[in-house]
């Protein structure tokens, strides 16, 4: 499937994206197969730490133990970032703690909602999910050009 940028999601233009959310780097996509493979490869492509891939539809999304599902267009949102920590002691821990994030943002600026994460990585306002929370990692090793990508669910 091919990737096409869009310039505006949601009635803001990528620019005001970019300053609201204090990004360097905003990708936005109409209709693409998944914003964790887009994201991805930015990443791989040099992108900087903070990249936020935001997409209005998805072919292709992705969910835990390799479970695809097809995000309907300007339904919900649609979105990645790309980390780069210097040094993760628990990667295991990203979703969760990601999860917790979000949970806290939404109960500050939401308190009616009463979010909470129902185990491993969704995200649920009472018995409804809203959300859901999946990590990748990709390391690229220096050493003799190798280059090895290694990941979990």
């Known amino acids: ?9 949601g009635g803001l233009s990528l620019d005001a994206l970019s300053k ?4 360097e780097s905003v990708v936005l996509y109409g209709k693409i197969d998944s914003t964790n493979e887009a994201a991805r490869d930015l ?14 539809e998805q072919t292709a999304g992705r969910g835990r133990a390799g479970h ?26 990203i979703s969760i703690l ?14 009616g909602l009463r979010p909470g994460i129902k185990w491993p990585n969704d995200v649920v306002a ?7 929370i999946l990590a990748e990692a990709s390391w690229l090793e220096a050493r003799g ?3 090895r990508r290694k990941g979990w669910r």
């Open 1 to 9: 499937m091919s990737r096409r940028t869009t310039t505006e999601w």
């Open 20 to 23: 609201r959310w204090n990004r």
């Open 43 to 56: 990443a791989e492509g040099g992108a900087p730490a903070g990249t936020i891939v935001l997409c209005r």
């Open 68 to 93: 695809e599902w097809y995000s309907p267009k300007d339904a919900g949102v649609y979105l990645s970032m790309v980390l780069r920590p210097s040094q993760i002691s628990h990667p295991a821990m």
């Open 98 to 111: 990601a999860g917790v994030g979000v949970v806290e943002r939404l109960d500050a600026t939401l308190p």
């Open 126 to 132: 009472g018995d409804l999910k809203i959300g859901g």
């Open 145 to 147: 050009r190798v280059r």
